[in-house]
């Protein structure tokens, strides 16, 4: 290894690994076109009391968290099916950057080539089907499979098998995997599986428009911090459409982010989305006087935070000076969750009389602010998740509060319509009263 090291070294700087799967393919045939199954008996029944209207609804029941087979035809058909966030746009900013994200038992590969295109590939070595990259890297020229060094270029073509040449036209048969669906959206990456999909903008309904004065392409990565949750992924989506929690939770948050103060922001599509307005200065790093807001934002709005969560899997809070999510991809090993904490300043966001370091500082003050948020948010997920375990083999369902739980209600109905292939039907939903988006509308 050490000489194939030096080798190698000297031909260019690249990106090596270990490990294999060849999951995907068995993930994608099941996927391509093919007939959709009912779940088992048991689960279609546990489901029905969850897609009732709100009113008469019951909780997704606990067997949907636990049931390890289950969890498999989840993963392989919510992730497998629909556009998901895979990774920030900034994660991969320049030529040569490479980062690799585990979707359960899927591992891809995400790189920017030297023409700045992004691109995603199934993490499979087309010559025996080792794992090509175990990590991201910065500055690849291409990825080189540890096995037998097959390497490819960072848009996917097989560029050489050493020692040996190959035919021109044998090679171009022969490069990665392309994941088929790669989309930007609100400085994101979203992937799609699925053989020719839908344009992502036909999952997102109307939040696009809801986000057009935010300038979430051009926004700076501040900070990340990563989080291994011992919990489902839908508790962590469901956890932060529920504001419910916040007076038990977060006490220090509860003083100026109360309970009532939350209002729907809500139209069609895949996403559940609400707002508190207007803001509540509080003396913390979060207060507006700290940082300028977004430039074209109107009145109401650079005095308000937004918050959606895009079906399945990021979670997104919008100040008026900056964004935090939280992208989660369920783990290879049943019940886990891995989560990526973002912070991301708007590029206009240190005002003029704060120096470099300064602004800084209070970045930093910010990120600690939702990072101590989170942490908290996290203990009551995993006490969630063992609440739930207990009550696997029971008939109980949880119960909705529709004022405060039509967030949750409204995802779990999008988790058991996507299980189907289907988007959520709005006309199960209920009407919300929407004065914010009236204020927002009349300017
Ligand atoms: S399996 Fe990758 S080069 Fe042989
Ligand atoms: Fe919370």
Redesign the pocket.
């Known amino acids: 290894m050490n000489i194939a090291r030096n080798v190698v070294g000297r031909m260019q700087r690249q990106c090596r690994t270990g490990g294999c799967s060849l999951w995907h393919a068995r993930g994608m045939s099941a996927v391509a076109g093919a007939e959709l199954s009912n779940l088992p008996q048991r689960l279609e029944e546990l489901a029905l009391p969850t897609k009732r209207r709100i009113e008469e609804a019951k909780a997704l029941h606990p067997a949907f968290y636990t049931d390890a087979s289950y969890a498999q035809t989840e993963r392989e058909r919510i992730f497998g099916m629909n556009w998901f966030a895979a990774a920030h746009v900034q994660e991969l900013s320049s030529p040569g950057d490479v980062r690799v994200i585990e979707v359960g038992k899927t591992s891809i590969i995400l790189t920017r080539d030297k023409n700045h295109k992004l691109h995603a590939f199934y993490n499979s ?6 794992r ?1 990259c175990s990590t991201g890297a910065t500055g690849c020229k291409q990825l080189v ?6 390497a490819y270029r960072l848009d996917g073509s097989l560029k050489s ?1 050493p020692p040996t040449a190959m035919p021109k036209e044998r090679k171009e048969e022969l490069g990665l995997i392309r994941v088929p669906g790669l989309e930007t959206f609100a400085g994101m990456i979203f992937l799609n599986q699925t053989p020719n999909p839908p344009p992502l903008r036909d999952a997102l309904g109307d939040l696009p428009e809801k986000l057009t004065r935010y300038d979430l392409d051009d926004m700076q990565l501040f900070k990340q911090k990563k989080y291994d949750i011992a919990g489902d992924w839908k508790l962590i989506a469901e956890n932060f459409v529920d504001f419910y929690h916040i007076d038990a939770v977060h006490p220090e948050l509860s003083r100026f982010s109360r309970v009532d103060d939350h209002q729907p922001y809500q139209g069609g599509g895949q996403y559940v989305g609400f707002v508190t307005s207007p803001l509540t200065d509080c003396g913390g790093p979060g207060d507006k006087i700290n940082f300028n807001s977004f430039p074209r934002l109107r009145a109401i709005e650079s005095n308000s935070a937004l918050f959606f969560h895009i079906f399945p899997n990021v979670s997104v809070t919008i100040y008026p000076h900056s964004v935090y999510t939280l992208l989660t991809l369920p783990s290879g090993a049943h019940g886990r969750t891995q989560e990526q904490l973002t912070l991301l300043m708007s590029p206009e966001a240190r005002k003029n009389d704060t120096s470099q370091d300064e602004y800084h500082e209070r970045c930093d003050a910010l990120m600690k602010f939702v990072v101590n948020i989170n942490d908290e948010d996290v203990d009551a997920i995993e006490n969630l998740q063992q609440g739930l375990s207990n009550l696997e083999g029971q008939g109980m369902h949880g119960e909705f509060i529709p004022k405060y739980d039509w967030p949750v209600h409204r995802f779990q109905n999008m988790v058991l319509s996507g299980l189907h292939g289907h988007a959520l039907n709005e006309d199960n939903m209920p009407k919300l009263a929407n004065a914010f988006e009236q204020k927002v509308l009349s300017g």
Do not use: F, K
């Open positions: 070595c087309r010559h025996r089907g080792a090509v499979c540890p096995y037998h060094w097959w098998t």
